[in-house]
């Protein structure tokens, strides 16, 4: 199955995240302390509102919400809050990696990766998408970044890592819909995607 690879344009109106959590509270007994249960697997969801937009714009995205709602979809984040700069070409760093920390090289001497920044992982041609926890100045292009949420699938030594154009693939959670007004335009175009992996 080929994802499909959302438009560009026009970018959205807004756009709400929040984290598939695995995890739980678990109640102590009798009135005991409650704790949390952290599960492996977590990961990200989005949902999106795109402009009134062209008929000729409402197309293209029609076509590729309806197509990517059998096949998966590939949008690229917006990060309008945070500045991407120049990374550079940033790999893992060695082999076996797990948990909520990433070792990484490559990347351009110097560059600031930022706290709520977005990044993918990709790994066996798939991108995982994760969220820088903490501010880290790279040294000589490398060092140790704190994730969120952990790691989901082992990568390799020397995956590539997209701080520049991250993407969220998932599925579509809803059938996607629009409405065309008096005026041509076409509002309340809506959708969500889920990571699966």
Do not use: H
């Given at each position: 199955?080929?994802?499909v690879?959302l438009p560009a344009?026009p970018?959205?109106r807004s756009?709400?995240w929040?984290?598939?959590?695995f995890?739980?509270t678990?109640q102590g007994?009798?009135?005991?302390?409650?704790q949390?249960?952290?599960r492996?697997g977590n990961?990200?969801?989005?949902?999106v509102e795109?402009p009134?937009?062209?008929?000729a714009?409402?197309r293209?995205?029609?076509?590729?919400?309806v197509r990517?709602l059998?096949?998966?979809?590939s949008?690229?984040?917006?990060q309008v809050?945070?500045?991407?700069?120049?990374p550079?070409s940033?790999?893992?760093n060695?082999?076996d990696?797990?948990g909520?920390s990433?070792v990484?090289?490559?990347?351009?001497?110097?560059?600031s990766?930022?706290?709520?920044?977005?990044?993918n992982?990709t790994?066996?041609?798939?991108?995982?998408?994760?969220?820088?926890?903490?501010?880290?100045?790279?040294s000589?292009?490398?060092g140790t970044?704190?994730i969120?949420?952990?790691?989901r699938?082992?990568?390799a030594?020397?995956?590539?890592?997209?701080?520049a154009t991250p993407?969220?693939?998932?599925?579509?959670v809803?059938?996607?819909s629009?409405?065309?007004d008096?005026?041509r335009?076409?509002r309340g175009?809506?959708f969500?995607?889920e990571?699966?992996?």
């Amino acid at each position: 199955m080929t994802l499909v690879t959302l438009p560009a344009t026009p970018g959205p109106r807004s756009v709400a995240w929040s984290p598939i959590d695995f995890g739980g509270t678990m109640q102590g007994p009798l009135g005991g302390s409650a704790q949390r249960v952290n599960r492996l697997g977590n990961r990200w969801r989005c949902e999106v509102e795109l402009p009134a937009m062209t008929p000729a714009d409402a197309r293209k995205w029609a076509a590729a919400l309806v197509r990517g709602l059998r096949n998966g979809v590939s949008w690229q984040i917006r990060q309008v809050t945070t500045p991407v700069g120049l990374p550079g070409s940033p790999l893992v760093n060695g082999a076996d990696q797990a948990g909520d920390s990433l070792v990484i090289d490559g990347a351009r001497a110097g560059y600031s990766v930022q706290a709520g920044q977005w990044f993918n992982v990709t790994t066996g041609g798939n991108n995982y998408l994760y969220q820088v926890a903490e501010f880290v100045k790279l040294s000589g292009g490398a060092g140790t970044l704190e994730i969120e949420p952990p790691l989901r699938a082992t990568p390799a030594d020397n995956d590539p890592l997209n701080f520049a154009t991250p993407v969220i693939e998932g599925l579509l959670v809803d059938v996607p819909s629009w409405a065309i007004d008096a005026t041509r335009l076409v509002r309340g175009v809506t959708f969500a995607i889920e990571e699966v992996r």
